[in-house]
T-cell receptor
Framework: NAGVMQNPRHLVRRRGQEARLRCSPM?????VYWYRQLPEEGLKFMVY????????ESGMPKERFSAEFPKEGPSILRIQQVVRGDSAAYFC??????????????FGEGSWLTVV | QKEVEQDPGPLSVPEGAIVSLNCTYS??????FMWYRQYSRKGPELLMY????GNKEDGRFTAQVDKSSKYISLFIRDSQPSDSATYLC??????????????FGTGTRLKVLA
């Protein structure tokens, strides 16, 4: 399966713990996007990264949330000191750098975070 | 005002009906228009992608863009129970250095009754 891979699919954390969500983009894709989806709500943009670069983090909460996309390995969305309001589905999407589909993004299956 | 407006539904139709899903937008800079289908507890799946005004057809699906009215539609012909899902419209605009910004509608929940 050459699609966008996210893990874990489901994650349960107690309040105050840390959550780490991982995303491997599609083969050949160098752009990664993270979105959050709350129940009955749409996709909310969080952050856009290229390898070793944060391009746009305008949707990221100022505290407790961080993201990286290292030169090697998957992109990581990190949530420190989780609170109940962080419970949501987190989706990663990727796109190519150039070519006919450079302006289209493809999603993974999501990571469902539950904070108890 | 939201950049992209989409009726959340739910929309219930009988099997075989023609379904019309719509989005309006306010930013005239949007250049590319997409429709995604999302089943419950799954990731959004790209259905259709268009650039220019007019129609684009793919099987039972037709995407329509009217840039002058800032209005896009997705039509589903001969709807099937398997089409029951949430449909998200999305729009993108090119930013600096070849990067793109994507904005999504809230999604319309569709239920096709057998």
């Amino acid at each position: 399966n050459a699609g966008v891979m996210q893990n874990p699919r489901h994650l349960v954390r107690r309040r105050g713990q840390e959550a780490r969500l991982r995303c491997s983009p599609m083969k050949g894709h160098s752009h990664v996007y993270w979105y959050r989806q709350l129940p009955e709500e749409g996709l909310k943009f969080m952050v856009y990264l290229q390898k070793e670069n944060i391009i746009d983090e305008s949707g990221m909460p100022k505290e407790r949330f961080s993201a990286e996309f290292p030169k090697e390995g998957p992109s990581i969305l990190r949530i420190q000191q989780v609170v109940r309001g962080d419970s949501a589905a987190y989706f990663c999407a990727s796109s190519v750098d150039r070519g006919a589909t450079r302006n289209t993004i493809y999603f993974g299956e999501g990571s469902w975070l539950t904070v108890v | 005002q939201k950049e992209v407006e989409q009726d959340p539904g739910p929309l219930s139709v009988p099997e075989g009906a023609i379904v019309s899903l719509n989005c309006t937008y306010s930013n005239s800079a949007f250049q590319y228009f997409m429709w995604y289908r999302q089943y419950s507890r799954k990731g959004p799946e790209l259905l259709m992608y268009t650039y220019s005004s007019g129609n684009k057809e793919d099987g039972r699906f037709t995407a329509q863009v009217d840039k002058s009215s800032k209005y896009i539609s997705l039509f589903i012909r001969d709807s099937q129970p398997s089409d029951s899902a949430t449909y998200l419209c999305a729009m993108s605009v090119e930013g600096t250095s070849g990067t793109y910004k994507y904005i999504f509608g809230t999604g319309t929940r569709l239920k096709v009754l057998a």
